[in-house]
Structures are given as structure tokens and as C-alpha cells.
Nanobody
Framework: QVQLVESGGGLVQAGGSLRLSCAASGRTFSRYAMGWFRQAPGKEREFVAAINYNGASTSYADSVKGRFTISRDNAKNSVYLQMDSLKPEDTAVYYC?????????????????WGQGTQVTVSS
């Protein structure tokens, strides 16, 4: 069982930056690939970024590539999402997710555990 708690969301102007954090419980954090997803009002939850168990491999949605960076610190049981050059269309609730297994995935249905989400609002 893994419990995930996101933090770092807030209100920011377009062009600004935010850093989301996700703290995981348990002693086996390094066995999980991790992902970030987001859900805007009236839309389905969509993939943002993912990282494999040791941080050596990452992937991004085309809409955030070059602006967002995912990273993890297994010693701190944490995963991060650095978001730069934010746009109003990045406004959403951002969710951290854990996938039991070493390798990252962009598929929502492959993730086993989810956090409660943190709101990110980008004003124009």
C-alpha cells in the first residue's frame, strides 16, 4: 500500500513557475514508477509526465515537453514536477500516481495508487 500526498499548487501568472511535490509513504518507494496527471474542469484526466523507478528514464506529454521536468528522490520518497513557462491551459488539478513496477507509463489505467490532487491555476 502506498499513500501519496501532493503539495505546491497555487495561483500563478502566465509565464511563471511552480514546483509540485508528491510525498509517498512506505519503505519501498523505489519499486514504483511514478507519474503526474492532470484534470481540467469538464475534461478527462490526462497524462503529463512519468519517471521510472530510478529516475533514469522520463517521458512527457507533447503539450508540456520542454516546459515541465519530472524528477524523483528515492531517499526522500518523493517525486517532483517543475513547471516553467506556465500557460492558462495548464490550469487543472494535478495528481501524483504510483505504478507497481519499474517502468514508466503514460496510461492512466496502469497506475495503482493516486494522491488527492493539488490545484494549479494559471492566470492570463
Amino acid at each position: 500500500q502506498v499513500q501519496l500526498v501532493e503539495s505546491g499548487g497555487g495561483l500563478v501568472q502566465a509565464g511563471g513557475s511552480l514546483r509540485l511535490s508528491c510525498a509517498a509513504s512506505g519503505r519501498t518507494f523505489s519499486r514504483y514508477a511514478m507519474g503526474w496527471f492532470r484534470q481540467a474542469p469538464g475534461k478527462e484526466r490526462e497524462f503529463v509526465a512519468a519517471i521510472n523507478y530510478n529516475g533514469a528514464s522520463t517521458s512527457y506529454a507533447d503539450s508540456v515537453k520542454g516546459r515541465f521536468t519530472i524528477s524523483r528522490d528515492n531517499a526522500k520518497n518523493s517525486v517532483y514536477l517543475q513547471m516553467d513557462s506556465l500557460k492558462p491551459e495548464d490550469t487543472a488539478v494535478y495528481y501524483c500516481a504510483a505504478k507497481d513496477g519499474w517502468y514508466r507509463s503514460s496510461r492512466r489505467d496502469e497506475y495503482d495508487y493516486w494522491g488527492q490532487g493539488t490545484q494549479v491555476t494559471v492566470s492570463s
